[in-house]
């Protein structure tokens, strides 16, 4: 079966997605359509922007979803998921992708997303940082024990978790899980807490927004972050998709998932190729591929 996986934060780059606008009629309709429902030119800052322009928030999701989403409309016939998946910000991609959602109505979402996103990040200081070489139960344990929010946020792939919350508690689950053995503990350069109670505030306001746009039934099922499931009930993706804010990305249990339900190829569509390696530390036989750029 043919899995299609997308993205999520931190797969931007500078010049993204201008090599689709400039050789793709459809993709040059979908970047102008963008920057109208966005009210600003994403196009310039994804083009001829800098790294910094990129890392913002309310620049980066929608970037990379566009760059995506335009991606899978430019393979045509070619784009036949069986079954989709995305890293946090790459669910609502892969949403677009099976038809639960439109493009229009995609990229808004994205937007409120990113902007309450923000916000909730502005409330108080908080981070996140990635934790190398210690077992996901190890690091579970040590977060619930420390007297400070701090709690995982992604499951990665065996071996790679990253955890969230607030400066302090970062600071102190580093030292502790150093101390338990983990090979690394990375402070990731992040605005805020994603995954974690402290995204309280963006998960409320993105309830409003998702109850108010119409979601339909997909060609195939998503594996949501929120429980690693295929979930072809729109009103049960609604409920997950708003979880996902304050809840951890299983994405190592949604791996798993697909190939025991029967993936055999996954294509990862948009920037960079970071779900590949996280596919291929599951299970090193995997078949992956990856679609950056205008296939032309």
């Not at 090599?19 to 963008?34: C, G, I, M, V, W």
């Not at 430019?74 to 069986?82: A, S, Y």
């Not at 508690?169 to 990731?188: M, Q």
Request: one cysteine or more.
């Amino acid at each position: 079966m043919k899995a299609y996986v997308f993205p999520g934060q931190g797969a931007q780059f500078v010049g993204m997605g201008k090599d689709l606008y400039e050789n793709s009629e459809l993709a040059k309709e979908h970047f102008e359509l963008a920057n109208d429902i966005l009210g600003f030119k994403i196009t310039d800052l994804m083009f001829e922007g800098t790294d910094e322009d990129l890392r913002q928030t309310n620049v980066t999701q929608p970037a990379i979803f566009l760059h995506s989403v335009i991606l899978a409309k430019t393979l045509g016939n070619d784009f036949k998921p069986q079954m989709v998946a995305g890293h946090s910000l790459g669910e609502f991609s892969a949403l677009v992708a099976n038809g639960t959602l439109s493009f229009e109505d995609g990229l808004r979402l994205v937007a409120q997303r990113a902007a309450a996103m923000q916000k909730a990040c502005e409330i108080e200081p908080s981070t996140m940082a990635a934790i190398i070489g210690l077992d996901d139960e190890t690091v579970v344990k040590i977060c619930k024990e420390i007297n400070e929010i701090v709690v995982p946020a992604n499951f990665n792939c065996p071996g790679q978790l990253v955890i969230s919350g607030s400066m302090k508690g970062i600071e102190i689950a580093c030292e502790k899980l150093l101390a338990a053995g983990a090979k690394r503990a990375l402070p990731l350069k992040v605005g805020g807490a994603f995954h974690s109670p402290l995204m309280e505030p963006a998960r409320v306001e993105l309830e409003e927004a998702i109850e108010n746009t119409t979601f339909s039934t997909p060609i195939c099922p998503v594996y949501q972050n929120v429980n690693a499931m295929p979930i072809s009930d729109p009103e049960e993706i609604k409920k997950n998709l708003v979880s996902q804010l304050t809840a951890p990305v299983r994405f190592t249990q949604t791996m798993e998932n697909m190939i025991a339900d029967g993936a055999t190829l996954f294509t990862e569509i948009g920037p960079g190729k970071v779900i590949q390696g996280l596919v291929k530390k599951v299970d090193r036989k995997m078949e992956t591929a990856g679609v950056d750029s205008f296939q032309g």
